[in-house]
């Protein structure tokens, strides 16, 4: 009586030789001999032995003969999965801008057709990868495995870098991959007055004064705001009072990140002269 195994799936992480037991019997009698007839691989110590150099089906049939020639004839197939490489996907190459600096995370993502997905690690750059995420533990299938994860950095300063990563499964099989990442954190507009100054005027017409900049080191558009008068161009004109006049000058920038000047005119209103006579 011919025993053979039933049809089975084997997974294997390299190309390498396999082993089934084969079973026969004879009622009591002498131990059948059993061979392979159609398909692969033959029978050694009472085992199918296959060297599985590649995936695939693999039909068997075996023959079992007693020593009266009497003869059994059974078969099984053998679906044989060799592991594949995870697929690594990472970012593409980003520039971040932020206004105050505070984490970043990037997806990141693996995808493992045996659904034998171990982890994901850095092996150069700066950051971490939170985790594991959620797992999705399903019984080996053709159907791939996706595991999403996140890349996450907190900066300090502006900078620029290069992340490696390396996805592995089980089977130690990995694929390596690698993004570029460039910070730039928002600095401050900065502003300048011209200097405090004091004027004698003949009357409180309008007056001008010139020197008022303002520049943001991001090249960002500034909001501009004057306490007192009218800016145009680098110049401020505005109606005085006898005494103190204080401008502000300010500058706010997209973050609302700004800084101020002020500068003040004292103006002094011109007197008539007095004139002294001798007397008569």
Known sequence: ICDLPNDTTLYLCQPGQVSIPIHSSDGGQLQPICTVVEGPGEIVNGHWVYQANSGGIVNVVVECVDVCGNICRDSFTVNIQLNESPIC???????????????????????????????????????????PASKRNIEKSALATIKNLQW????????????VIKCEDSCGAFCIDSFNVSIDLNDAPVVNC????????????????????????????LFISVSLGELVGNTITFVPVEGENRIIFSAYDNCEAFDACTTFVYVNLNQPPVCQLPND
Request: aromatic fraction near 4%.
């Open 89 to 131: 996907t990472i970012p593409n190459d980003t520039t971040i801008n932020q206004c105050i600096a505070s984490e970043i995370c990037l997806p990141i993502s693996s995808i493992d057709n045996d659904g034998n997905f171990k982890n994901c690690t850095i092996i150069s750059g700066p950051g971490t990868i939170p985790g």
């Open 152 to 163: 996450c950095y907190t900066p300090t300063k502006d900078t620029s870098f290069t992340v």
């Open 194 to 221: 011209p200097g405090d100054t004091s004027l004698t005027l003949c009357d409180l017409s309008p007056i001008s004064r010139t020197g008022f900049t303002a520049n943001d080191p991001n090249g960002d558009d």
